[in-house]
Structures are given as structure tokens and as C-alpha cells.
């Protein structure tokens, strides 16, 4: 039996995203779970989970979104898991949800109810169906700590990825890396640095390894890299002892194992079909899991479209059959510049775009309701970059490339 396809979401969840959500699952229903549509009553096991944390919790008390949600929660196996003390923390109560979906949504893991960290290592359990032989599991570190609580989501997660025996992965990217301060002295919330500290103490302890990877571009721009030592291995004078500061192709190259690699948004999907790939006598077979990153971000206030093309850019250039989607406000990327514009300093992601349009491995697409709700259009220097629908975008999210042996595929919304 497949294992089912797993998200986790802590983000934000806007309408559009939610939309385009649905928008695809329906389609993964139409085309490879008709049958379950034909039966009035519930799945007895899941086809989908949704794990939900932070702030995309808000979404299930949106009046404007709950249209969104029926039609979500409609869908036969469809199943939600919510982490009881982010919603306890927000004030947020799913009774009503429970009461009309009562065997589709799941909420149980308070600390009187269960053991510390009970909804990671729900989600771990699930999510690590997907790759059973796998010793490790790595979490993609986008944001800061302190400003956005998904950096406490990751440490919560690593632990309880120790807690399952399995060997923890943190890499940081972007303003992730500022994680690996030293002396972080946080008035009220979680100490970030000394939990990741504390983990590599437990894993000592348990036979198992921690890897904190820190990507070099990322660091040197913050001012991490404060020197190379001998072989040029770079070096800081600021970071917590278990950090690695190496260039982004060290991370690329853990997507090219088989464990699972989760993000504050993100999702592992199953391919059916070759369970033989999983056993290590196959691992010559295998390709590596194919990887979609789904560009969600204005291109110039914040650092994550660039992160994007930089890691899906990686990623492919260690073969890796990678996906770009410039989706949501990431489409503002793909938009015509000025014949006349001045002399700026700014590095444009338009030309970057069409630099890396050419790399073998990787397929850049923009997802067009996305155009059309901003009245913009793409580029017409863009040609490699194709337009798709819902549809489209189910098939990518949710089907196996045609020439890809892997038994999943790795989602990561930036």
C-alpha cells in the first residue's frame, strides 16, 4: 500500500495558496483516486495528511477560507492534524470543525493529553514511511530565529527526530543560518543556538549524528565566514560548535539521498509503484527524489525567490531532476524590466532567470491564475519558462516525472 502524501504547513495559508491547494488535490482525485470519489463513505486510511502548525492555524477560523476548507475536507481521505499547543497558544478552538468532520480532523497532543512534542512525532512517523530504510531526517531552515517561530518548529522537530532514532539534519539557508549564533540570550522564547546545542549532546549519547550545514553565501553575507583555514575550509568565530559553514552544494547534495527533508512549508510526496528502490541493494536504481520548489515571494523585499533559484539552481547542477514554480507574488519576478530603467545596483531576477533557464535537470514554470489575479504578464524574453494551470501544477506536485525511479518527491514552498 502507498504511503500517504504528507504536508506540513506553518506558514501563513492566504487564500490563494489554499485555492490553488484544493485546486490540486481535486485534480490528484480526478486522475488517480477516482474510485474514491465514487464511494459516498470516508477512506478508512488517509490519502492525504495535512499537518498544520504557526500561523497557517488561523486559516481554519477564516471565514473567507472555510468555503476552501469544505471543499478540502470533502474529499474522501483527507485527514488534518493540528498541533494542539500552537492552538492553544493562539486561542483557537476546533470544535466546530470536529463536530462536522469528525473522523478527518485530529488535534490530541496537549502536554496533559500526551508526551512533549507528540505532534512531531506524529508527523515524523508519517512522513518517514516515505523513505522506512533512512536513518537521518533534515529540516530546510529559511527564516530567522526569534522574528518567525518556525526556527523553534525546526528544533522541535530535530529533537523529536532523536526521540524516533533517527539522526538529525539541520541545513540553514538564508537567514536560517543566523540559528547558529553563539550566546543567544532570548528574554521569553525558546533559546534557538542552545537547543541546537542540547541536540547534538542527545544524539552523542544515542549513537546518533547531528549535522548543522550552514550555506556559505548565506553566512559570508551576514558575517559568519570570518576566515578560511587550511584546505580553505571556512571558519567563524561566531557560530555554535556543531555548525558547518560549506558552500550550498553540500547541501544539494544531502537532497541526492533518499531520507526526508522537511521545511516550515513543505511536503514529501509518494510515487506507487517500485518499493523494491527503498532496499540497499537497489540504491545504484535509484534517482534522487525529484525536488519542486514552489517560489512564492515578492522577487526584491526579502532574499527567498533568490534563495529559490539558488538552491533549485544546486540542486539540479548535482542531478537532481529539480522543478522551479514562480507561484503566488513570486510570479512579479518573471516581469518585463524597463527599456529606460536607471543605473541601479540591485541585482535583477529577471536576468538571473533567464541565465538559469538553460541548466539540464531543471524546468521553470509560472503558475498563470497567479498572473491574471495581478493583471501582470510574463516576459516575452522568458520562453523558457512555461505558463501551466491547476492541472498542470497538480501533475507536478503530485505525479512522478516520467524518467525519475524515486520513490517520493520533495515540495518546499519559499
Not at 521569553?188 to 542527545?202: H, K, P
Not at 552544494?249 to 541526492?256: L, N, P, Q, T
Not at 523585499?301 to 529539480?322: F, H, K, M, V
Not at 538571473?352 to 495581478?374: C, D, F, H, I, M
Request: charged share 20%.
Amino acid at each position: 500500500m502507498v504511503s500517504p502524501h504528507a504536508f506540513i504547513l506553518g506558514d501563513p495559508l492566504p487564500a490563494e495558496r489554499l485555492s490553488w491547494l484544493a485546486g490540486c488535490l481535486k485534480y490528484s482525485y480526478l486522475v488517480q483516486y477516482p474510485e474514491a470519489l465514487r464511494h459516498s463513505v470516508q477512506q478508512e486510511s488517509p490519502i492525504f495528511i495535512l499537518f498544520l502548525t504557526g500561523d497557517a492555524l488561523y486559516s481554519l477560523h477564516d471565514r473567507e477560507l472555510l468555503n476552501t476548507w469544505d471543499i478540502v475536507l470533502s474529499l474522501p481521505g483527507v485527514w488534518l492534524v493540528c498541533d494542539r499547543e500552537e492552538l492553544d497558544i493562539r486561542g483557537l478552538s476546533l470544535r466546530a470543525l470536529k463536530m462536522k468532520y469528525p473522523d478527518q480532523i485530529f488535534d490530541q497532543n496537549g502536554r496533559s493529553k500526551s508526551y512533549p512534542r507528540s505532534f512531531w512525532r506524529e508527523l515524523i512517523r508519517v512522513f518517514r514511511k516515505h523513505a522506512p530504510t533512512a536513518m537521518s531526517l533534515g529540516y530546510l531552515q529559511v527564516s530567522s530565529p526569534y522574528m518567525n517561530r518556525s526556527s523553534e518548529c525546526s528544533v522541535n522537530c530535530l529533537h523529536a527526530a532523536a526521540e524516533e532514532h533517527l539522526s538529525p539534519e539541520l541545513y540553514a539557508f538564508l537567514d536560517g543560518v543566523h540559528a547558529m549564533h553563539i550566546n543567544q540570550r532570548p528574554p521569553v522564547s525558546m533559546n534557538i543556538g542552545e537547543g541546537l546545542v542540547e541536540l547534538e549532546t542527545i544524539c552523542k549519547k544515542k549513537g546518533l549524528r547531528f549535522l548543522l550545514l550552514a550555506d556559505a553565501a548565506s553566512a559570508a553575507s551576514r558575517g559568519y565566514a570570518t576566515w578560511q583555514g587550511e584546505g580553505k575550509k571556512i571558519v567563524s568565530g561566531c557560530t555554535i560548535h556543531p555548525a558547518k559553514i560549506q558552500e550550498l552544494d553540500a547541501i544539494a547534495r544531502r537532497m541526492e539521498e533518499a531520507h526526508v527533508v522537511l521545511g516550515s512549508s513543505a511536503a514529501s510526496i509518494a510515487f506507487p509503484g517500485d518499493e523494491d528502490l527503498a532496499s540497499p541493494a537497489k540504491q545504484k536504481e535509484r534517482s534522487p527524489p525529484p525536488v519542486v520548489i514552489l517560489a512564492s515571494h515578492t522577487p526584491y523585499q526579502e532574499e527567498y525567490t533568490l534563495g529559490g533559484l539558488s538552491l533549485a539552481t544546486a540542486c539540479a547542477r548535482n542531478d537532481i531532476p529539480t522543478r522551479l514554480v514562480f507561484i503566488e507574488d513570486g510570479v512579479y519576478s518573471l516581469v518585463e524590466p524597463l527599456d529606460d530603467q536607471p543605473e541601479v545596483t540591485a541585482l535583477s531576477i529577471h536576468s538571473l532567470v533567464q541565465s538559469v533557464k538553460a541548466e539540464s535537470n531543471l524546468e521553470l514554470y509560472a503558475y498563470k491564475p497567479s498572473l491574471t489575479q495581478r493583471g501582470i504578464a510574463k516576459s516575452r524574453g522568458l520562453r523558457g519558462v512555461l505558463e501551466i494551470g491547476t492541472n498542470e501544477l497538480g501533475k507536478i506536485l503530485l505525479t512522478r516525472p516520467g524518467h525519475v525511479r524515486a520513490n517520493t518527491q520533495r515540495v518546499f514552498i519559499m
